[in-house]
């Protein structure tokens, strides 16, 4: 079988957890399929192998000084994008006679349908996120108590929501200008979902999302559940253990609202008094809009000492930090599709604490490899201090391990191959459990 990928971004222009998810399953299926990833060319090679996958680049004008950087969300939610990387995408489809494309982001989604109405080539989508529902989200958020939808009314509040929670303080014209391109997202975010109909299947990374995006209208027959690959088993291996007696935990992701790490900050003061401070560390991994304000709170908490702002870590070197902590807390706000750092905390044998949102709950098992809370300081803290004073817990996790290597790696690949097959010979998806 001949796949096509198609990825806004791929390795080693890798800004999040998508890109490794997609750089996983590439690696795993071109064990025994023949894989092409076709991407942007953001100032790599334009044709590369990477373990057995070939990247193919197409050209694009505008390159990237760093390989976590993303550029603005305009230069690829447009039609000119749209009907551009269309052109190349077909052309790889005659050229390597590929069977079938994969998308794996939102932004390419309208381009590649667009390659395989060209091409008469079958198309399958997975969506990682809510983005293409609602451009803002907030509305998700409230998915749980509110699941009616986004209309014009809610859109405009969950545009004012953001603005207020990633945009605080911006004057009256770049406001209107803000509500001037919420018009046009929401006009592209009915493009996507028009493209996205057309797919012969939809992936989702959770039951959560597959339930939402059902509420949406978006043909729930065609939609199914793959969770994201795991990374290779070597990059989850046991590493030297910790050089010191230090309690160490870690929060790995953007510094922004939706990840929630201000309210594991907040939850910082009560976790001390619960335990010796002294030697408490937290690092913070990663880069984002609250990072400054975050700074000046772990000041005013008197937190400085035991908090470290690391900025963004390369992945490998992620991977190897894993094993050097006590405890991953993920507390997220939003609703997250999936949640890749809890699941490599895992696999590295660290418990995590992680918010109810989302697929969360699908990946740490409540109890037994960690524990799932509200998003609020207090319930944080009590599981933080819960964890840390269970030693039985890593144990647990480390039980857990062969489950979890079989749910999101061979079972995953395995899931795939026939999701891919069975568009092939146009039953157009595998047999899923309905929606609850």
């Not at 395989?116 to 983005?131: E, L």
């Not at 907040?266 to 304000?293: D, F, H, I, M």
């Not at 599709?337 to 905390?345: H, K, P």
Request: proline share 6%; net charge positive.
């Amino acid at each position: 079988m001949n796949i096509g990928f198609v990825s806004d971004y791929f390795p080693p222009f890798a800004p999040g957890g998508a890109e490794w998810s997609t750089f996983y399953l590439a690696q795993k299926l071109a064990g025994s399929e023949r894989v092409v990833v076709i991407t942007p060319n953001y100032g790599a090679a334009a044709r590369e192998n990477m373990d057995g996958v070939l990247v193919e680049r197409f050209a694009f004008p505008f390159k990237l000084r760093s390989h976590q950087a993303l550029l603005a969300y305009s230069w690829h939610a447009n039609p000119l994008f749209y009907l551009y990387s269309a052109v190349p995408i077909a052309r790889r489809v005659k050229k390597y006679r590929l069977d079938i494309l994969h998308v794996h982001h939102k932004q390419s989604l309208v381009g590649a349908v667009l390659a395989g109405t060209f091409t008469g080539t079958p198309v399958v989508a997975s969506v990682r996120d809510g983005m293409v529902l609602c451009r803002y989200g907030m509305c998700l958020n409230d998915f749980d108590t509110r699941p009616q939808g986004c209309d014009w009314l809610t859109y405009f509040r969950c545009l004012s929501d953001y603005l207020a929670l990633y945009q605080p303080g911006i004057g009256r014209r770049k406001r209107l200008l803000r509500q001037a391109t919420a018009l046009y997202h929401r006009l592209d975010s009915h493009l996507k979902k028009s493209a996205l109909r057309r797919a012969s299947a939809i992936i989702t990374n959770s039951l959560k999302m597959r339930q939402i995006y059902a509420s949406r209208g978006i043909h729930p027959e065609k939609i199914v559940t793959i969770y994201n690959p795991a990374p290779v088993l070597s990059e989850c291996s046991p590493a030297p253990v910790k050089s010191d007696d230090a309690i160490h935990i870690l929060y790995a992701g953007k510094i922004s609202w939706g990840k929630g790490i201000h309210l594991l900050v907040e939850a910082l003061p009560l976790v001390c008094q619960a335990l010796s401070p002294g030697n408490l560390r937290v690092t913070v991994a990663g880069r984002g809009p609250l990072e400054e304000k975050l700074k000046r709170r772990v000041e005013e908490l008197g937190l400085a000492r035991h908090v470290y702002f690391s900025g963004h870590l390369p992945h490998e070197l992620l991977q190897q930090l894993y094993h050097q902590v006590d405890l991953v807390v993920v507390p997220s706000v939003v609703q997250e599709s999936f949640g890749r750092v809890a699941l490599e905390a895992l696999l590295s044998s660290v418990p995590v604490v992680a918010s109810n949102r989302g697929g969360l709950a699908e990946i740490v098992e409540d109890g037994v490899t960690g524990f799932i809370v509200e998003p609020e300081p207090g319930a944080i803290a009590r599981a933080v201090v819960q964890a840390l004073q269970s030693p039985q817990l890593r144990q647990q996790v480390r039980d857990a391990l062969p489950g979890l290597q079989s749910r999101f790696g061979a079972d995953v690949t395995r899931q795939y191959r026939q999701l891919y097959r069975d568009v092939l010979a146009g039953h157009g998806r595998p047999r899923q459990e309905p929606l609850p």
